[in-house]
């Protein structure tokens, strides 16, 4: 182009500029385009990782009304072979389940899901993909700049199923200060045994090339950059300042194949070296049921944490002790069914304490037979430091006839109801602490409960494992500890309640 053209255009230009003779033109306000509450296949290109990464996300409700208010971030990594849709496919389906959490007072949060592979939410060993690098200096930096977020720890969470549980775990533990909570669920990850004897298409991979290791067996397996990113290695005593900033929530199934062994390990090896935490046993399997039922406590927690909540008391079974329990002379609690069937037969259970108020053992006995009229049972008290548990069941045997008897130790009482098991079909252990050998038996059932912040926490663990190991009937729960001594104990008869009588 000449400078003779050139001039033109630019005249052109200056004219059309001023044409209404005061600059340039003003044109008329454009609404902002609202965004949709459910955003998927967002993609960015990362100079990290020198791929396109893809995430999909969900605003607030209210977020297109309120342009100048900012909220809470949840980042959600999904599983192994998953992808960035999978939080609300027709299994998960989040937007539900947060929109009804959302119309019972949780309060409103931006949620992020990336996909990231078969990663493990992990650098790889090598250095050839180092996603989580990617997630720290590009995603969330992303994420703050393109949405109206609380950009600070305090108010940035992660969480994550299977595979994506241990990304919540190793992000938060890598990067504390991007994430001031992490609540892995079902988080996939092994014992150093459990990894040793895995096989070798197991470990090459799904995990040897993460970690390093492939084609290798046994201790070989356990690289050191495996052992820089397995929780069961970090969360030791020299670790606790460096991981104690960051609130930990870690929640598994009692059915689950394996997983459970690794998760109730790092829960004991976290309250052996004093971590605080919240842990969650519940009843299920590696299933969407067991993590969408988790996000009813998971997400309140998280909210309750960025407002400022010191102390997550939260009670999932309220305690609700009859006030019309009634019994005989000896404490002894009889069922109208028991009494009509002439007081004979039916299932009697043995209650064997010491050491506690008598006034928590009746009220226990209230929440056991509340709703169970017209069943035959018989609630028999046992004070252990009145009479052996043997001397009560011979004690009361001819005054209560039953057909089956089982046993609910509660406390101190757990040694000497696992020794005289072969007295009972079914034995309920509540916050129980067991000294001495766990053995079980496969022609029987147990029930093992405690508090998260309970004295039995060990007990739990090795009896659980027994259990697992012998493939013997058993039902496990962990549920939130009560700072009133009273309500923790009765609720975790109430979770008793729930399962008793079912195997």
Request: proline share 4%.
């Given at each position: 182009?000449?400078?003779?053209s050139?001039?033109?255009?630019?005249?052109?230009?200056?004219?059309?500029?001023?044409?209404?003779?005061?600059?340039?033109?003003?044109?008329?306000?454009?609404d902002?385009?609202?965004?949709?509450?459910?955003?998927?296949?967002?993609?960015?290109?990362?100079?990290?990782?020198?791929?396109?990464?893809?995430y999909?996300?969900?605003?607030?409700?209210?977020?297109?009304?309120?342009?100048?208010?900012?909220?809470?971030?949840?980042?959600?990594?999904?599983?192994?072979?998953?992808?960035?849709t999978?939080?609300?496919?027709?299994?998960?389906?989040?937007?539900?389940?947060?929109?009804?959490?959302?119309?019972?007072?949780?309060?409103?949060?931006?949620?992020?899901f990336?996909?990231?592979?078969k990663?493990?939410?992990c650098?790889?060993?090598?250095?050839?993909?180092?996603?989580m690098?990617?997630?720290?200096?590009?995603?969330v930096?992303?994420?703050?700049?393109?949405?109206?977020?609380?950009?600070?720890?305090?108010?940035r969470?992660?969480?994550?199923y299977?595979?994506?549980?241990?990304?919540?775990?190793?992000?938060?533990?890598?990067?504390?200060?991007?994430?001031?909570?992490?609540?892995?669920l079902?988080?996939?990850?092994?014992?150093?045994?459990?990894?040793?004897?895995?096989s070798q298409?197991?470990?090459?991979n799904?995990?040897?090339?993460?970690?390093g290791?492939?084609?290798?067996?046994?201790?070989a397996?356990?690289?050191?950059?495996?052992?820089?990113?397995?929780?069961?290695?970090?969360?030791?005593?020299?670790?606790k300042?460096k991981?104690?900033?960051?609130?930990?929530?870690?929640?598994?199934?009692?059915?689950?194949?394996?997983?459970?062994?690794?998760?109730?390990?790092?829960?004991?090896?976290?309250?052996?070296?004093?971590?605080?935490?919240e842990?969650?046993?519940?009843?299920?399997?590696?299933?969407?049921?067991?993590?969408?039922?988790?996000?009813?406590?998971?997400?309140?927690?998280?909210?309750?944490?960025?407002?400022?909540e010191?102390?997550?008391?939260r009670?999932?079974?309220?305690?609700?002790?009859?006030?019309?329990?009634?019994?005989d002379?000896?404490?002894?609690?009889?069922?109208?069914?028991?009494?009509?069937?002439?007081?004979?037969?039916?299932?009697?259970?043995?209650?064997?304490?010491?050491g506690?108020?008598?006034?928590?053992?009746?009220?226990?006995m209230?929440?056991i037979?509340?709703?169970?009229?017209n069943?035959?049972?018989?609630?028999?008290?046992?004070?252990?430091?009145?009479?052996?548990l043997?001397?009560?069941?011979?004690?009361?045997?001819d005054?209560?006839?039953?057909?089956?008897?089982?046993?609910?130790?509660?406390?101190?009482a757990?040694?000497e109801?696992?020794?005289?098991?072969?007295?009972?079909?079914?034995?309920?252990?509540?916050?129980?602490?067991?000294?001495g050998e766990?053995?079980?038996?496969?022609?029987?059932?147990?029930?093992?409960?405690?508090?998260?912040?309970?004295a039995?926490?060990?007990?739990?663990?090795?009896?659980?494992?027994?259990?697992?190991?012998?493939?013997?009937?058993?039902?496990?729960?962990c549920r939130?500890?009560?700072?009133?001594?009273?309500?923790?104990?009765?609720?975790?008869?109430?979770y008793?309640?729930?399962?008793?009588?079912?195997?």
């Amino acid at each position: 182009m000449n400078k003779h053209s050139l001039l033109i255009i630019c005249t052109l230009l200056v004219v059309s500029w001023s044409a209404s003779g005061c600059g340039p033109r003003v044109l008329p306000d454009v609404d902002p385009v609202p965004l949709p509450r459910y955003n998927t296949g967002i993609q960015f290109a990362s100079k990290v990782i020198n791929t396109t990464v893809t995430y999909d996300i969900m605003i607030p409700r209210d977020y297109n009304d309120n342009p100048d208010r900012r909220y809470p971030v949840v980042y959600c990594l999904h599983g192994y072979g998953d992808d960035n849709t999978s939080w609300n496919g027709k299994y998960m389906a989040c937007q539900a389940k947060i929109t009804a959490l959302e119309d019972d007072g949780l309060e409103p949060m931006i949620y992020v899901f990336p996909c990231g592979w078969k990663t493990y939410w992990c650098d790889r060993y090598d250095g050839t993909l180092p996603y989580m690098t990617m997630l720290a200096t590009e995603l969330v930096p992303l994420i703050d700049a393109t949405y109206r977020t609380v950009s600070d720890r305090d108010h940035r969470a992660i969480t994550g199923y299977s595979m994506g549980g241990f990304g919540a775990m190793v992000t938060a533990m890598k990067h504390p200060e991007l994430f001031s909570m992490s609540a892995p669920l079902s988080m996939s990850f092994r014992t150093d045994e459990q990894y040793m004897s895995e096989s070798q298409s197991g470990w090459d991979n799904q995990w040897g090339k993460v970690f390093g290791g492939v084609g290798t067996t046994g201790q070989a397996r356990l690289t050191d950059y495996y052992k820089a990113h397995c929780p069961l290695h970090q969360f030791t005593a020299e670790n606790k300042d460096k991981y104690s900033s960051v609130h930990w929530f870690v929640t598994c199934g009692d059915d689950e194949q394996q997983l459970l062994f690794a998760n109730d390990d790092l829960h004991v090896l976290m309250r052996d070296n004093g971590y605080a935490h919240e842990y969650r046993v519940g009843n299920g399997g590696h299933s969407t049921s067991y993590w969408r039922a988790a996000l009813e406590e998971i997400l309140p927690w998280f909210s309750a944490l960025m407002a400022g909540e010191t102390n997550w008391q939260r009670n999932l079974k309220p305690v609700n002790v009859p006030q019309d329990c009634t019994f005989d002379s000896e404490g002894v609690f009889m069922s109208a069914g028991y009494i009509a069937a002439g007081k004979k037969g039916g299932t009697g259970l043995f209650i064997a304490y010491e050491g506690m108020d008598e006034s928590w053992i009746k009220d226990a006995m209230a929440i056991i037979q509340r709703g169970m009229d017209n069943k035959k049972i018989v609630l028999m008290p046992c004070d252990l430091s009145k009479r052996s548990l043997s001397e009560w069941v011979s004690y009361y045997k001819d005054i209560y006839p039953v057909d089956a008897i089982q046993a609910l130790a509660i406390g101190s009482a757990g040694t000497e109801a696992l020794r005289k098991q072969s007295l009972f079909s079914v034995l309920y252990f509540e916050d129980a602490v067991i000294d001495g050998e766990i053995t079980v038996s496969s022609d029987r059932s147990y029930y093992i409960g405690e508090s998260d912040d309970g004295a039995a926490y060990a007990t739990a663990n090795a009896l659980y494992k027994a259990c697992k190991r012998g493939g013997v009937s058993f039902e496990y729960r962990c549920r939130n500890h009560l700072d009133d001594a009273r309500e923790n104990f009765l609720c975790g008869i109430e979770y008793i309640k729930s399962n008793l009588y079912n195997f």
